[in-house]
């Protein structure tokens, strides 16, 4: 295998399962707080597994979504308006992916597109809206560190986060 690919190969994987993780304590922390609202109500939800699958999915999403160059028209522009950009268009991206799930879904479950469109609405207008919430908000820091990283290379933000700093260093600021 040729070492180049392979090199980048592993940075994805390894980018994959940062990604996957990140969004899973975003999203599994969302989860915990709607089953500790709901047993205050004494209603039962113990759906954890479903963050562990959507932030796999997600990130693979990104990762796709990354790969096809999707995001990079403003990344010449300040850090702010490319973070923002790419947190508005892959939160479109991901909206969009799971309106497809959903539908796909639908449609193993009730056999026609018909009837399949009919049900993707289910889950109702504030779930969504709190889903395109909280995807944003799990999104705006992530964008941050990865378009930092691109910005000033991953190494010297790898360093400045988990490297100790000298005194002198800490205190200039």
Known sequence: MNPELKARAVAEFKLYWI?????????????LYRRLI????????????????ESMVIAKVILIGHALKIG???????????????????????IAFGLVERIVKGLLHYHSLLE?????????????????????????PMFAFWEL???IGGERL?????????SETATAG
């Open 38 to 53: 709901l047993a205050d109500a004494g209603v039962p939800y113990l759906n954890y597994g479903i963050a562990v699958i």
């Open 158 to 166: 790898k360093s400045l986060f988990l490297s100790a700093r000298d």
């Open 72 to 94: 990079t028209r403003y990344e010449s522009r300040p850090l702010a308006v490319s973070v923002a950009y790419k947190t508005a268009l892959f939160g479109l991206v991901v």
């Open 116 to 140: 399949a469109l009919r049900h993707v609405g289910d889950a109702g207008i504030y779930e969504l809206l709190g889903r395109v919430l909280i995807m944003t908000i799990c999104f705006v």
């Open 19 to 31: 990604f996957t993780a990140y969004l899973f304590v975003t999203l599994g922390s969302f989860i």
């Open 149 to 151: 990283s691109r910005t």
